[in-house]
């Protein structure tokens, strides 16, 4: 015997059976599922290499829950127990071979084949009928009393209905939380700024075993019988999967897949069918629970410490796996959103190798509490891309915080990011070439520029071509150089050069909205033209001037002002020009006259009557600006209840003041205008 698998073994016992710890006790794994199975098997194989050193304390001989203080204890009259697992099909066959053989027998096995949810164990004892009592698996022989919680599972009847009910019986399920209830009881407590849970087996464990069940009784469970523990009278069937139906019967809970299956091939059809439906099921699951369906031969065959010989867990191909953040890049989109990407060290899972996986922005990485160097949990459900859900307590004390970029790593422009936006964007616009072909496509289209004959792919070669940087740059595009591209031809690229010619002469809108400043569309633009009448005018207001603009409200303003603060864009603009663009002037007399033309008012305290944004649109329409801050510039404000210090620097300044009810009388002497007749 070597001295070193002594000491592995034990390693990997002390190792196990703190991850069983976490696991049990706090419903707070350290590692992943796949990883823990790994250890196991480790641990296994030296088991079966030198049976010498299995002790009956080992994590391989005994179940691995644990039972919480505060909970009364609950002893199991039959043990509780857990499933043993193979992970390929030549292991599953190898269990069929060798109950076929310890039965001494070649007929072909029938088994009931039901998927193995991931949650948590549950006895529910019923006594005439009755639900008297629920309690966790714990370490098999005692578990928790978690009656009250149980009690509050919508599925679970608190009475049995139906003939030939059994004096006592105990039914053993799994309590799980089903996936859409999981993910959006996740969704909203991300929101609230909570963690939620990693995953709906921590959501189904952690919701049971709370000491207070009015917080189980909000958490959506759902229960899944999966067999019988102590039973008293009743005339059951001989068959595993008989018994599971006449469960449903007296109106237990049991999942859709239940089915009989024979022999290995059956097993192994089974196995496939399920992991092809593995996304669809309301609930996660982990694998397959094969049972000899004959319950004679089940007590023929009975079990060894920690699960029965008669059973076994096929596992599914890990979804979740942990692997190294190395770092984080940052990625600059088409329309310059600045995604933060994980570089991880390769990793298989869900099927294919990943090494990268969007960390989608900044909140997600704060959610996450990550940092480089850090072990982190992929996870990646088929056809769906990799996600990481959550960091596992460090291993690496080098870990390095990930620091968002101040300035675009394409363009070196100032990255931007406003409050209450999840999505950082870089400011370079129309100068970073992340966003060129973007910024070029949107320029050219209908609605802006329409240059006929540019459209995306020839936007795209433009660039990729070296051609073109900026929108101004079209301008001075020869036909000789576009005849070269693909598919083009010298017909072609003649239409597109007179098409060129054609968009210097547009209007103020058109120009504004071919800029691609975020948020400002079509009507946007078109109210910023009649309102500032000049570029110069517009480059020149600050947020609150902006504001006074129909339909601009705060964010909308903070964009434009941040693009007409940018030196890149100016020099857009300013080549566009040069090259010729340009616009009748708009001439203050196209404006309507109305009645509060020229007029600033502010409104300020709480209006009783309508809503702030109404009063506003009101004043507007009938052609007053509405600024936020009184300056000798005002000619008058609104006072609703408890105006403060804008009331008080009304007074001081000798500025006209009208309460609400004046306001009312106001809008209601302009009715006709403001109805638009
Ligand atoms: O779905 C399960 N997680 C599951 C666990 C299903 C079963 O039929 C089980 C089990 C644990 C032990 N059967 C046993 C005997």
């Not at 036909?479 to 010619?501: S, T």
Request: proline share 4%.
């Amino acid at each position: 015997m070597s001295n070193s698998a002594e000491d592995k073994i034990a390693s990997l016992r002390e190792q196990i059976s703190l991850y069983n710890d976490h696991y049990y006790r706090h419903d707070a794994p350290i590692i992943t599922d796949a990883e823990y199975d790994r250890k196991i098997q480790q641990l296994k194989k030296l088991e079966s290499d030198y049976p010498e050193l299995i002790t009956p304390d080992s994590p391989t001989q005994k179940v691995g829950g644990a039972v919480l203080d505060g909970f009364s204890k609950v002893a199991h009259q039959v043990p509780m127990l857990s499933l043993d697992n193979v992970f390929n099909d030549d292991d599953l066959s190898d269990f069929v071979v060798r109950l076929n053989k310890r039965l001494d027998s070649d007929k072909e096995l029938v088994f009931c084949a039901e998927p193995k949810l991931d949650g948590l164990a549950i006895s529910l004892l019923y006594e005439h009928s009755q639900l008297i009592r629920a309690a966790t698996r714990g370490d098999g022989s005692v578990g928790e009393d978690v009656t009250y919680n149980v009690k509050t599972i919508q599925n679970i009847p608190l009475t049995l209905k139906g003939d030939n009910i059994p004096e006592i019986i105990e039914i053993r399920g799994e309590v799980v939380m089903p996936i859409f209830a999981f993910n959006s009881y996740n969704k909203k407590a991300i929101e609230k700024g909570e963690k939620g849970f990693a995953n709906p087996r921590n959501a189904a464990a952690g919701s049971l075993r709370q000491l207070d069940s009015n917080i189980t009784a909000k958490r959506p469970l759902a229960f899944y019988s999966y067999g019988i523990g102590q039973l008293n009278g009743g005339d059951l069937s001989n068959s595993h999967y008989q018994r599971l139906q006449q469960l449903k019967k007296w109106g237990l809970p049991l999942s859709d897949e239940v089915k009989t299956v024979s022999g290995i091939q059956g097993c192994l059809d089974y196995y496939k069918t399920l992991l092809e439906s593995r996304d669809v099921l309301p609930y996660e699951i982990d694998g397959i629970v094969y049972k000899i369906d004959d319950i004679e031969l089940q007590q023929k065959l009975g079990f060894i410490s920690r699960a029965p010989r008669w059973a076994i867990a096929r596992k599914f191909p890990a979804q979740e796996e942990q692997t190294i953040l190395l770092n984080v890049e940052f990625q600059v989109g088409r329309t310059g959103a600045i995604t933060p990407v994980a570089i991880l060290e390769p990793v298989f899972v869900g099927g294919v190798t990943i090494s990268r996986a969007s960390l989608h922005n900044r909140d997600e990485i704060e959610r996450l509490g990550i940092k480089v160097g850090d072990t982190v949990v992929v996870r990646r459900a088929a056809d769906v891309i990799p996600q990481i859900t959550r960091s596992l307590p460090k291993k690496n004390t080098l870990s390095k915080d990930i620091v968002f970029p101040t300035h675009c790593p394409v363009c070196g422009s100032e990255i931007e990011r406003i409050e209450g936006e999840a999505i950082a964007r870089c400011s370079g616009g129309l100068y970073c070439a992340a966003q060129r072909k973007e910024a070029i496509q949107y320029f050219a289209s209908r609605k802006a520029m329409n240059i006929d004959g540019l459209g995306e792919k020839v936007a795209e070669q433009l660039v990729d071509e070296g051609l073109i940087n900026t929108p101004a740059d079209l301008f001075s595009l020869k036909a000789e150089q576009l005849v070269n591209l693909e598919r083009m031809g010298a017909k072609k690229a003649e239409n597109l050069i007179n098409a060129l010619k054609k968009p210097k002469k547009t209007t103020f809108a058109k120009f504004l909205l071919a800029l691609g400043i975020r948020e400002v569309g079509e009507a946007t633009a078109k109210n910023l033209a009649e309102h500032f009448l000049t570029l110069d005018a517009l480059k020149q207001a600050d947020e609150e001037e902006l504001q006074e603009v129909d339909d601009v409200g705060e964010i909308v303003a903070k964009h434009i002002a941040y693009f007409f603060r940018q030196p890149h864009n100016l020099e857009v603009i300013s080549a566009l020009i040069e090259a010729g663009i340009e616009w009748p002037e708009i001439s203050p007399k196209e404006q309507k006259s109305l009645p509060l033309q020229n007029k600033t008012y502010v409104l300020t305290g709480t209006l009783a009557k309508m809503k702030r944004n109404e009063a506003k649109a009101s004043l507007q329409a009938l052609g007053a600006k509405v600024s936020g801050s009184v300056s000798s510039k005002t000619d008058c404000v609104v006072a609703g209840e408890s105006a403060g210090s804008k009331l008080a620097k009304a007074q001081e300044l000798n500025i006209s003041i009208i309460d609400e009810d004046e306001l009312i009388a106001l809008f209601t002497s302009y009715e006709t205008i403001l109805n638009g007749n």
